[in-house]
């Protein structure tokens, strides 16, 4: 079955940090783009950032820009994003999303169930 | 920076009739970077809809996208009971992405 699963949110002071990790299962991880996608609560859906299949390149949101870091870990098929200096804004449920199978498709076909961040003191 | 504003907000409809959903980005965007997905409370969301028209794995064919430019269609052509759910289009463009802010359709 192919399965991310979200860890690592939780309750944090302003300034603060946190990691989240997905754990990707049921396809050939390292084949695809990965991305984070998080949503506040009661309101919709912002992107958060990006990353090539090999790694080596990664894409941010003008939000977290400077604060985050998105990595990847083929050989354990584990995703991290290092969240630093963190803001009551990024209270949010975050969930890591696999890039779509097809050639030709621009989306996310596999998501976690999220995880929550509470960015309060 | 492209913008994708979704309308309405709200859609008050009875199951089994026909849902039009817009989606309107504020540059021309390419029909291959346009997705849909949809998301039921509590739950993470889920793609219709890729390359404004083509149906991702699974989706029923009561589920359309069509558009192209700066317009895009989601219409689902007979509500059912599990449909009812919030709406979110997608674009991609230089290496960034951008959902719309939401169509929520409810049960009348």
């Known amino acids: 079955e192919v399965q991310l699963l979200e860890s690592g949110g939780g309750l944090v002071q302003p300034g603060g940090s946190l990691r989240l990790s997905c754990a990707a299962s049921?396809?050939?991880?390292?084949?695809?783009?990965m991305n984070w996608v998080r949503q506040a609560p009661g309101k919709g859906l912002e992107w958060v950032s990006s990353?090539?299949?090999?790694?080596?390149?990664?894409y941010y949101g003008d939000s977290v820009k400077g604060r985050f870091t998105f990595s990847r870990d083929n050989s354990k098929n584990t995703l991290y994003l290092q969240m630093n200096s963190l803001r009551a804004e990024d209270t949010a449920v975050y969930y890591c999303?696999?890039?779509?199978?097809?050639?030709?498709?621009?989306?996310?076909?596999?998501w976690g169930q999220g995880t929550m961040v509470t960015v309060s003191s | 920076e492209v913008v994708l504003t979704q309308s309405p907000g709200t859609l008050s409809l009875s199951p089994g009739e026909r849902a039009t959903l817009s989606c309107r980005a504020s540059?021309?965007?390419?029909?291959?970077?346009l997705a849909w997905y949809q998301q039921k409370p509590g739950q993470a969301p889920r793609l219709l809809i890729f390359?404004?028209?083509s149906r991702a794995t699974g989706i029923p064919d009561r589920f359309t996208g069509s558009g192209s430019g700066t317009d895009f269609t989601l219409t689902i052509s007979r509500l059912e009971p599990e449909d009812f759910a919030v709406y979110y289009c997608?674009?991609?463009?230089?290496?960034?992405?951008?959902f719309g802010q939401g169509t929520k359709v409810e049960i009348k």
């Open positions: 999303a696999k890039h779509c199978s097809s050639t030709s498709c621009y989306g996310y076909d596999i």
């Open positions: 049921g396809f050939t991880f390292s084949s695809y783009a």
């Open positions: 990353i090539s299949d090999n790694g080596d390149y990664t």
């Open positions: 540059q021309s965007v390419s029909s291959s970077y």
């Open positions: 390359g404004a028209s």
């Open positions: 997608q674009r991609f463009s230089s290496s960034s992405w951008t």
